[in-house]
């Protein structure tokens, strides 16, 4: 179906040719899921636009071989490769809202793609438009093609994008991330479907993503790449269950195990940033702010209601109950997780916490102190310092047109904890050291680093803030596991260091296992079950707990690191 020999892309810039992936070998076979894992910039997406002819300009290849059948897709002319592209190979994106057009109906996407490569009419591209999505798994597809994406959750419109991927019964199809963004619910089901569409349709997929266990779970074989070159190939038990190459080895050592706790999480030895750095500037200022006095946080009967849609002019949109009286406790220097599909009201109940939203009902406190909730609590309200959050994408948290110096500033004059701007200076450039980070990004901006790395820079500035509750949404579910693993190092050293009190959010429960002492969980705005973490994996109570522990993407034991 597919191959790729001595492959080689560069993109030339005014400092020289740089070379994004080189040298690299692969074959897929029809109906095979060919799994693509690696660190973030070890060039997985830029050999997927390398394939589909997407390269971003000025980027070109420079060398080896790339066909799909007899097809030498690299000898095509620019009208040849659009006609390729869609008809005999198609992608599907990690963003379904960025893939998807806001102001055309799904109907309307589908129907445009089938008849750019098929010379049908409106009625029958229709008719095909909506047996695609009953195939795809949709309900009552007939009604629902009128939507719009918003109108989706990120399942379906996931769902959506990988019908247009396949409305034109493609060849390949390179899925880039396809499952990142979703919670273990929808993961599945979108699993269970490119699993059924390569075994049914005989569709080969180059299945780019971090995610070790999505891989272990549904790929036939497995490419391992590092810094544009192919570390390791194979079939997926000899790949990830007796690694050959160091890193490969070492990318199995960083993926948390779902059935068993471990103290720490081992990363390569040169993934930069071994960990905190003790005995600082930065880490003598925290303590000296108390940090180590630990503060819990208690919710009583917390409900938040949000307005609903309006289904007549004449009559009020009835309130819809995103979180329905919610206790929660969390105990003074612990850290709590809480899990839940997309849509269970995590990340609402996390901005009621900090003040983001305002609940109709119920009462919050941290420590012994009430937190007034919503516009009733003031900007210079003890609890905007106390209470801090890490966000998901530290890219778009950070301000792109600041560098990190005066983003890692603002928090000390606007708390008004150091007065002297070169004493300030001194001190971000501490706390960038205490989180990993070399002193000299002061003078960078934020596109200039990793996520990882940016990642960092958000913990530090939550930090500069002198918080004694830190939550922390989704803080790792964009990095691959290398990455990951260094944050949540990372994150246990400042809370046991600290004595911080941590809410962490996520839908990884491997990683929940990993990070938290008690653990939440909650669905449609009501918690369904919670106790310590250790007694949640062991014996789950709740149905729906025992529901999400089967879902969960895990490797088999043998092939897992002791740890």
Not at 237 to 250: D, E, K, S
Request: neutral net charge; hydrophobic residues 40%.
């Amino acid at each position: 179906m597919l191959v790729i020999k001595d492959l080689a892309v560069k993109f030339p810039s005014r400092f020289g040719e740089f070379t994004a992936i080189e040298d690299v070998d692969m074959t897929i076979k029809p109906g095979e899921i060919h799994g693509l894992v690696g660190e973030s910039g070890a060039g997985k997406s830029t050999l997927g636009a390398a394939v589909i002819g997407l390269l971003s300009s000025p980027g070109y290849i420079a060398n080896g071989e790339l066909s799909l059948g007899n097809t030498n897709l690299r000898n095509l002319t620019p009208d040849q490769a659009h006609e390729i592209r869609g008809d005999r190979i198609s992608m599907i994106f990690q963003d379904p809202q960025t893939s998807l057009n806001p102001l055309m109906t799904i109907e309307d996407q589908l129907i445009e793609t089938i008849q750019a490569h098929s010379n049908v009419s409106d009625s029958a591209a229709r008719k095909r438009a909506i047996d695609l999505l009953e195939e795809i798994g949709i309900k009552n597809a007939a009604e629902r093609i009128k939507a719009y994406p918003h109108q989706f959750s990120g399942g379906m419109r996931q769902r959506v994008v990988i019908a247009l991927a396949i409305c034109t019964d493609p060849e390949l199809i390179i899925a880039d991330e396809p499952t990142t963004a979703l919670d273990v619910a929808v993961q599945s089901q979108v699993l269970d479907l490119i699993r059924r569409l390569a075994r049914d349709r005989r569709i080969a997929f180059m299945l780019i993503t971090h995610d070790i266990g999505v891989i272990a779970q549904i790929a036939d074989r497995v490419t391992v790449m590092r810094k544009g070159k192919v570390m390791e190939t194979g079939d997926t038990p000899q790949v990830l269950g007796a690694p050959t190459h160091p890193y490969t080895q070492a990318l199995m050592d960083a993926v948390p195990p779902l059935d068993r706790r471990i103290a720490r999480f081992r990363v390569p030895e040169d993934a930069g940033a071994a960990g905190v750095v003790t005995g600082n500037t930065a880490e003598k200022w925290l303590l000296e702010g108390q940090q180590h006095v630990l503060t819990g946080l208690t919710l009583q009967d917390i409900c938040v209601r949000f307005a609903g849609p309006r289904t007549s002019l004449f009559r009020k949109p009835e309130p819809y109950a995103a979180l329905r009286d919610v206790n929660l406790e969390v105990r003074p220097g612990s850290i709590m997780g809480l899990v839940g599909e997309s849509g269970s009201g995590k990340s609402t109940l996390a901005k009621a916490i900090t003040g983001l939203n305002t609940p109709s009902s119920g009462v919050m406190r941290l420590g012994d102190e009430i937190l007034p909730a919503g516009k009733a609590r003031s900007r210079h309200h003890s609890s905007r310092q106390l209470v801090q959050m890490v966000f998901q994408d530290p890219y778009s948290s950070l301000n792109s047109r600041h560098r990190i110096g005066a983003i890692l500033t603002e928090p000390l004059w606007f708390y008004g904890f150091v007065q002297d701007a070169r004493e300030r200076a001194r001190l971000v450039a501490a706390m960038l050291e205490l989180v990993g980070m070399a002193p000299d990004a002061i003078d960078k901006y934020p596109h200039q680093f990793s996520g990882g790395q940016r990642q960092r820079i958000a913990v530090a500035r939550a930090l500069l803030a002198r918080p004694r509750f830190l939550i922390c949404d989704e803080p790792t579910s964009a990095l691959d596991v290398s990455i990951q693993a260094e944050i949540l190092n990372l994150l246990k050293d400042l809370q046991s260091m600290f004595g911080l009190t941590i809410l962490f959010i996520s839908h990884n429960l491997a990683v929940v296992r990993q990070m938290a002492d008690d653990m939440a969980v909650l669905r449609n705005g009501v918690i369904e079950e919670r106790g310590t973490t250790e007694d949640l994996f062991a014996r789950p109570k709740a149905k729906y707990t025992q529901k999400l522990l089967s879902l969960t993407p895990v490797m088999p034991r043998e092939w897992q690191s002791v740890g």
